[in-house]
């Protein structure tokens, strides 16, 4: 794990809930269910559509509803919303000034690879408290972390 490298993103700032809110709420970005989202291959699944306001709600719902239960609670389909919106930047391109790929992987090549080296694919992915996806594998990739923390769980190659 690297840090500082996002430190001086504009989204530590502007991607808080009610700057979000208050900013794009009624644009439309796809949830789904987190085994969804990995078993079609890093699109929201059998996505469903709504505006941010209305999945920022039911995010801050669940995370109170899971703040009030031990850590053993497992989550119920209905609270395993996810977002996982690759598309965010087409619905919402005003976020693109809020950060930049860190120097350090601008060489790392597109994930379809059709666009050429250099070029990110970039995904804003949203959840509530205990909330992510199930194990999955991918080639390389980073990931920002603008607000909250990240669990993660690597094996050696081959070993998954």
């Not at 078993?39 to 703040?67: H, K, P």
């Amino acid at each position: 794990l690297i840090d500082g490298l996002i430190d001086d993103w504009k989204a530590h700032t502007r991607w808080r809930r009610d700057a979000l809110e208050r900013r794009y709420g009624a644009r439309m970005t796809s949830t789904g269910g987190g085994a969804g989202i990995v078993q079609s291959g890093g699109n929201a699944g059998s996505a469903t559509f709504g505006n941010l306001s209305s999945y920022l709600s039911r995010m801050a719902e669940i995370s109170a509803s899971q703040a009030n239960e031990t850590a053993s609670t497992s989550l119920t389909a209905a609270e395993d919303l996810f977002n996982f919106d690759i598309d965010f930047l087409k619905k919402m391109p005003e976020l693109r000034s809020d950060f930049s790929t860190p120097p350090l992987f601008t060489s790392w090549g597109a994930a379809d690879r059709q666009t050429g080296p250099g070029h990110s694919w970039h995904m804003l992915s949203l959840g509530a408290s205990r909330t992510g996806l199930p194990f999955h594998v991918h080639g390389e990739t980073w990931l920002g972390l603008v607000f909250g923390k990240k669990r993660w769980f690597l094996f050696a190659p081959g070993r998954g």
